[in-house]
Nanobody, 123 residues
Framework: QVQLVESGGGLVQAGGSLSVSCVVS????????GAWFRQAPGKEREFVAG????????DYADSVKGRFMISRDYWKKTVDLYMSSLKPEDTAVYYC????????????????WGQGTQVTVSS
């Protein structure tokens, strides 16, 4: 079956950097996209960044542009998110997800999700 397993995350001070990684198994990813979403306490899950699996084209939420970078390893089936210049408002559970076609911001369009990994940014 399809599995997405996140790793990384943790506690970091404001201004610092952190990476999270996701390994996808049980799924053919050609023609798919991988993405990272996040959900802070009391808030809806929101799109952070996405990448097309074949071409590696990327898309970012305005709130993270210039600070976060998404990448993928085509053959290892990993999707990584490198986060820099972190702010307390970046604190959330970060989720990896995949969907057919290009990345979009809509949670409902993603068919597979990981269990999430906590990122906490202290001020």
């Amino acid at each position: 079956q399809v599995q997405l397993v996140e790793s990384g995350g943790g506690l970091v001070q404001a201004g610092g950097s952190l990476s999270v990684s996701c390994v996808v198994s049980g799924q053919t990813l050609s023609g798919y996209s991988g993405a990272w979403f996040r959900q802070a306490p009391g808030k809806e899950r929101e799109f952070v960044a996405g990448i097309t699996w074949r071409a590696g084209n990327t898309d970012y939420a305005d709130s993270v542009k210039g600070r976060f970078m998404i990448s993928r390893d085509y053959w290892k089936k990993t999707v990584d998110l490198y986060m820099s210049s972190l702010k307390p408002e970046d604190t959330a559970v970060y989720y990896c997800a995949t969907k057919s076609g290009p990345p979009t911001t809509a949670v409902a369009e993603y068919g597979y999700w990981g269990q999430g990994t906590q990122v906490t940014v202290s001020s």
